[in-house]
């Protein structure tokens, strides 16, 4: 099977969030990613791209925050890679500590729940950082 | 006295604080007791769940409380795998 992507830059501010979150379900659809694993991406998509707008600092403004999505077979599985890079503060989100869950209302603080949701929905983070950008791997693996 | 609030579509980054200023708003006109039907949102992120944790709070301070009313199955395991089923209200 052969690979096959498709990109999108957007501006790391939140007005462009639900461009990025359209861009995916229809890259997807053209990739032939199901909608179960779809909605895994998106779920991670959210938090990243919230991540940046929120954190990433006036650098993240500099240039365009690039998303690529690709799929491929390996083997009897499917994989999709959503690749999410920016010029944002190096923020590397699989070092950040994981907040045990909240056990009443009083304790629950806002924050910390965007690793849960990216380690609970993807299969594979891979982060590193080069030429002055963030570059995040989210990989999510299924059977047809 | 209570208020409904009713999402729909998704609940994300793109548009969480503005939905928290509504439904804080709500709490604030309509008094402390408000329901967030849930039954026409298909997703949620944790930029959602926050607005529902902001809201829950509030309504507490006021000596109220925040209901989560029929979420969908996708809203359901978000709720689950934050813990927030465990300290909001979710009504089926």
């Known amino acids: 099977m052969s690979q096959a992507s498709r990109q999108l830059s957007i501006r790391a501010v939140r007005e462009e969030i639900g461009a990025a979150a359209q861009w995916l379900h229809e890259a997807s659809e053209a990739l032939g990613v199901p909608a179960a694993q779809c909605h895994r991406l998106d779920m991670c998509l959210d938090e990243v791209l919230a991540n940046i707008v929120s954190h990433g ?6 240039g365009a925050v690039e998303l690529s999505l690709s799929s491929v077979a390996e083997g ?4 999709a890679i959503l690749q999410v890079s920016d010029l944002g503060m190096p923020f590397n989100p699989l070092l950040a500590p994981e907040k045990p869950l909240a056990l009443s209302l009083d304790d629950a603080e806002p924050g910390g729940l965007g690793l849960v949701m990216m380690r609970r929905y993807a299969d594979d983070l891979a982060y590193r950082h080069s030429k002055g950008r963030n570059e995040l791997s989210i990989t999510v693996r299924w059977s047809d | 006295m209570s208020a409904t609030y009713s999402p729909a579509g998704r609940l994300d980054g793109s548009n ?4 928290e200023s509504e439904l804080l708003g709500l709490l604030s006109e309509q008094g402390a007791a408000v329901t967030v039907d849930l039954s026409k949102l298909d997703y949620v992120s944790s930029a959602g769940l926050r607005v529902f944790l902001s809201a829950a709070k509030a309504a507490k301070a006021k000596g109220g409380k925040l209901t989560l009313l029929s979420p969908k199955p996708a809203v359901m395991e978000v709720l689950q795998i934050s813990g927030f089923d465990r300290i909001l209200d979710i009504q089926s």
Request: charged share 20%; aromatic share 0%; proline share 7%.
């Open chain 1, 57 to 62: 600092g006036p650098t993240a403004l500099d």
């Open chain 1, 76 to 79: 009897e599985q499917r994989v």
């Open chain 2, 16 to 19: 969480a604080a503005a939905a």
